[in-house]
């Protein structure tokens, strides 16, 4: 993934990457301006200017997993199992993809989301929300699934940049693995009275509640005991997110007693994203056809249609071995 270094506008004192780490031990460099990663069916292989390797995936997952701890169990309470070690993980990491968001300045990561897509779920014998919901209906819907999950930003990161590049990343790389649903669950936590599950239905708009079609039924509904009437927590803004892209919401809640939140299933149609979205956060992306990567700042790259060759408007295109391995540049190819 590649996007132009004006795509997402940030303070200067930060430089942030997103990085796509693979199920496969080599992770993916992306948002520096540096060339994109290549794969086979959503498992990205090392970009030019990064030399990837087992170890530093194994380290990054690990870093990972420990922002997740600090998200989920010290901050909103989660009951883990692997709360000794100070991490975040379970049986479904080792089948993902994890995109992560990493500061360069202060060299640590600090935005991150989990990444299933539909082989990877046929290995594992689910999707992760299927342990909270009946999925039945949902996944006779034609095309491609993408679920994502144990979205997290760092605390001192929250504010917008973060949660931009990330999102940024997570709908490119959606539509080079040619994608057709998002899905996942959105977690909220309670407030002080408990879950305003009636309140917050009712602040979500019409255009974002799923027809009887599309319902799933929550494996543990949300106890009567603790719901409650008043709204202390209000729409998060992850979810907030998931609604500005054109997302519904498929039915009641789910209670997750390990991680102290009921969760919605989301749903996201890719083909129903917003216009004016789509123009902000998908400059670059290899379209369906494999063809043409469009760019808006004027630096798409024309994708042959045997995967042979990527050549940019800016003359630093990479030639990409039929085996989609590895890339080198057009100027170190001159150079040679």
Known sequence: ???????????????????????????????????????????????????????????????????????????????????????????????????????????????????????????????????????????????????????????????????????????????????????????????PSGFAVDAIYRNIEAKNIAPSSLQVTPSVPVPKELRCNRDESGIPPLLKAYFRFGAVVCGEPCWDEDFNCIDLFVLLPLDQLQERYSKHYMRDYIARDGVYAASQSGTGAAIAKDGVYVASQSETGATITRDDIYAVSVQEAKAA
């Open 1 to 191: 993934m590649k996007k132009s270094d004006d795509a997402i506008r940030f303070k200067p004192a930060k430089r942030l990457e997103c990085f796509v780490i693979s199920r496969d031990g080599v992770y993916a460099v992306s948002q520096s301006g540096t060339g994109s990663a290549i794969s086979r069916d959503g498992v990205y292989t090392a970009n030019q200017s990064v030399t990837g390797t087992a170890a530093d995936s194994t380290a990054l997952i690990k870093e990972a997993q420990a922002l997740r701890f600090r998200v989920f169990a010290k901050e909103m309470g989660a009951k883990l199992k692997t709360e000794s070690e100070g991490l975040d993980y379970d049986e479904v990491d080792s089948y993902c993809d994890h995109l992560v968001v990493y500061d360069n300045l202060n060299k640590k990561i600090v935005g991150y989301t989990r990444l299933l897509n539909q082989d990877q779920a046929e290995r594992l014998g689910r999707f992760y929300s299927q342990s909270e919901f009946n999925l039945d209906q949902i996944l006779t819907l034609p095309g491609r699934f993408l679920e994502i999950g144990r979205t997290c930003v760092d605390p001192d990161y929250r504010g917008g940049a973060v949660l931009t590049t990330l999102w940024s990343a997570l709908v490119q790389y959606a539509l080079e693995g040619q994608f057709n649903y998002l899905l996942g669950c959105a977690s909220i936590t309670p407030g």
